[in-house]
């Protein structure tokens, strides 16, 4: 192993930044290519936190992203600024929701053309109004999407500033000042509709429709205007590919890239800091004028020896499949090919969602676990080696929502065996066979499927109780102590630069860019 990729080879650097993700692997490209000296110090023996791909099943040449999966709040700005070899895809089917109705299976194709979708809801709901009302809706959301992602990489306007930019007063109050659930109820009838509308808001986050937080109305904010249009791409090649780039791009600038390096302590007086890091041959230490931090608020307060942040929960379950082939559905309407590949929506009416949540809050597992499912493999083949693709083989990714991390510690091997189970069979009720029996099998004979609870993430990928935010995320617009670019801390030298920092959240780079122009604009006086 090099020195450039293992040992941070010399004692002082512009910069040093915590934590080799994606958002730390951009803060590094950008700072290298300013021509700023930069360290990047990672835990584990690679880079690409969790967005990584790999080939988690024995003796199958499948490269999975096995964590963070999908793409839309990447600004196309960093790929260019970067000069990334990286691809996205677009699905041209946004999503298939299975039901049953007068004792029928029927289901809401979304996608297609706009003639084929309107058809779609007429078939389910039996007349125009829940198209109209949808088209009206996604509408405003999407005049949304195309005034606020900008914003994300400039600094932080005020609320005011935002507002203003929004130039929609029913928009701004149907996301930032009531309860979602009010405008997905004044807008729909519908109750699988509202559910899919829903569904947005609750990725990661776990929250009721009326939650008087408004979490789940900033979670469905994020997930409505990532590229300016809400759409949610495939990486190609996997979201490995995205950090296999990025990782690229900072090594080729000049960045040091050293992994098996964790950090344990910073010091800082505000103008200098020390960064202390442990790794297999023992401790060394690190001086750098601005330190960034590529992990939590609780592990920024670890290190720095701040008083910690609240706790935070993730509420989701994480299931990658191999198939192979697709099962067949119930509804034979729609093509498994079709319906499979956008989002597959299971158990998420909008009365079964408030029901799976009310039963998690009591402390129980949902009776009707809610997930959604894609597969990868339909749009971007490249997943998979040619031998399984000539064979049909196909990936699926589920994503199980209202599970918080509470209901695991008990026994987290047996209630995630109970829940994958319970989640299966939600999926199982719309299929014209058991999913079972299209699971491929790995070199030992063993299903190809794994699943990862919330505190196996926290375990794997250090995200405080298991959240894939790092914690709630936050209004796009200027907090206290986060500073003009949002990434600020108590430290006017070590930055935020993680998922956990202000308009952080989801594979976006955009606090990694944040945190480097804040460094940048600093260094400039």
């Known amino acids: 192993m090099s020195a450039r990729e293992g040992n941070p080879g010399r004692r002082s650097y512009d910069v040093v930044i915590v934590g080799g993700g994606h958002n730390g692997l951009v803060a590094a490209a950008y700072l290298a290519r300013a021509g700023r000296s930069v360290l990047v110090l990672e835990r584990l023996d690679h880079t690409g936190g969790a967005a990584v791909s790999t080939r988690p099943f024995a003796g199958v040449d499948a490269r999975l992203s096995r964590y963070s999966y999908l793409v839309s709040l990447l600004p196309s700005k960093i790929v260019r600024d970067l000069g990334l070899d990286f691809r996205v895809r677009g699905r041209t089917i946004s999503s298939y929701t299975p039901a049953e109705r007068d004792g029928r299976p029927t289901g809401l194709l979304v996608g297609g053309g706009e003639a084929r979708t309107r058809a779609a809801f007429a078939r389910l709901t039996g007349g125009e109004r829940e198209y109209a009302a949808w088209r009206r809706f996604y509408g405003r959301t999407g005049r949304l999407a195309g005034r606020i992602f900008p914003t994300l990489t400039e600094p932080l306007p005020t609320r005011e500033e935002l507002r203003r930019r929004v130039d929609d007063e029913e928009a701004w109050r149907t996301v930032f000042e009531e309860p979602l659930g009010v405008a997905v109820e004044e807008h729909f009838t519908d109750d699988l509709v509202r559910g899919v509308v829903l569904t947005d808001a609750l990725i990661g986050t776990f929250a009721d429709a009326h939650d008087a937080s408004l979490k789940q109305n900033r979670c469905f904010l994020y997930h409505v205007i990532g590229g300016g249009t809400g759409a949610w791409d495939v990486p190609v090649g996997g979201m490995g590919a995205l950090t296999d780039a990025l990782a690229d791009a900072a090594r080729s600038a000049g960045a040091v890239l050293a992994t098996g390096h964790e950090a344990v302590r910073i010091d800082t007086d505000g103008r200098g800091a020390e960064v202390v890091h442990r790794t297999a041959d023992g401790e060394g230490v690190t001086a750098a004028r601005h ?5 939590s608020p609780q592990a920024l307060a670890a290190l720095t020896g701040d008083t910690p942040p609240a706790p935070a929960e993730g509420a989701q379950l994480k299931v990658n499949m191999l198939l192979s082939r697709l099962p067949r559905l119930r509804d034979t309407s729609v093509d498994p090919r079709e319906a499979f590949a956008g989002t597959f929506h299971i158990a998420e009416g909008y009365a079964q969602l408030a029901a799976a949540h009310a039963q998690s809050a009591a402390g129980d597992l949902p009776a009707a676990p809610p997930s959604e499912i894609y597969c990868h493999s339909l749009t971007d083949p490249t997943i998979l080696g040619p031998d399984l693709a000539r064979r049909g083989f196909q990936t699926l990714t589920l994503f199980g929502l209202h599970t ?96 956990g920092a202000v308009r952080g959240g989801g594979v976006s780079g955009v606090p990694g860019h944040n945190a480097a122009m804040a460094v940048l604009e600093d260094l400039a006086g």
């Not at 330190?291 to 992990?295: R, W």
């Not at 063993?446 to 935010?469: K, N, Q, Y």
Request: with cysteine.
């Open 291 to 295: 330190v960034l931090v590529n992990a």
């Open 404 to 499: 918080p991390a509470r209901l695991f510690e008990r026994d987290n091997d047996a209630v995630r065996e109970e829940l994958l189970g319970a989640t299966l069979a939600q999926l199982d009720a719309h299929l014209a066979e058991p999913l079972a029996d299209c699971l491929a099998t790995d070199a030992d004979g063993r299903p190809c499927i794994e699943a990862r609870t919330p505190l196996d993430l926290e375990r794997d990928l250090g995200l405080p109780g298991g959240h894939i935010f790092h914690r709630d995320l936050a209004w796009p617009y200027a907090q206290e102590g986060a500073g003009r670019w949002g990434v600020g801390t108590a430290h006017a030298n070590v930055l935020l630069c993680g998922a």
